[in-house]
């Protein structure tokens, strides 16, 4: 079982920054590829970012590429997310995810990952 907790959400101007991390209670963290998704209201929850578990290589939506970095410290079990020249359309609930799958799998998809935190409220006011 993995226990995943986000924080750094809040409240930032579009054109600025936020830097997101996600910790891990998992004993062997770096077994674990990780994702970051996101979900506004009434929308479907989507991908973001994902990194692999070495941190060698790393995924982006379109929307956010060139904007976001994903990286991760297995030292320290965690997971960031750095957003750079946020946009109103940034503001989203941002969810992070695990998964260890063997085998075929995507990324960028939900149904890859078994393990979620509970979220952290970003807002982008124009």
């Known amino acids: 079982q993995v226990q995943l907790v986000e924080s750094g959400g809040g409240l930032v101007q579009a054109g600025g920054s936020l830097r997101l991390s996600c910790a891990a209670s998992?004993?062997?963290?770096?077994?674990?590829?990780m994702g970051w998704f996101r979900q506004a209201p009434g929308k479907e929850r989507e991908f973001v970012a994902a990194?692999?578990?070495?941190?060698?290589?790393?995924v982006y939506a379109d929307l956010v590429k060139g904007r976001f970095t994903i990286s991760r410290d297995n030292a320290k079990n965690t997971v960031y997310l750095q957003m750079n020249s946020l946009k109103p359309e940034d503001t989203a609930v941002y969810y992070c995810?695990?998964?260890?799958?063997?085998?075929?799998?995507?990324?960028?998809?939900?149904?890859?990952?078994?393990?979620w935190g509970q979220g952290t409220q970003v807002t982008v006011s124009s």
């Open positions: 995810a695990a998964g260890n799958r063997a085998g075929s799998y995507s990324l960028r998809a939900r149904g890859s990952y078994d393990y």
């Open positions: 990194i692999s578990r070495s941190g060698g290589s790393t």
């Open positions: 998992a004993r062997t963290f770096s077994s674990y590829y």
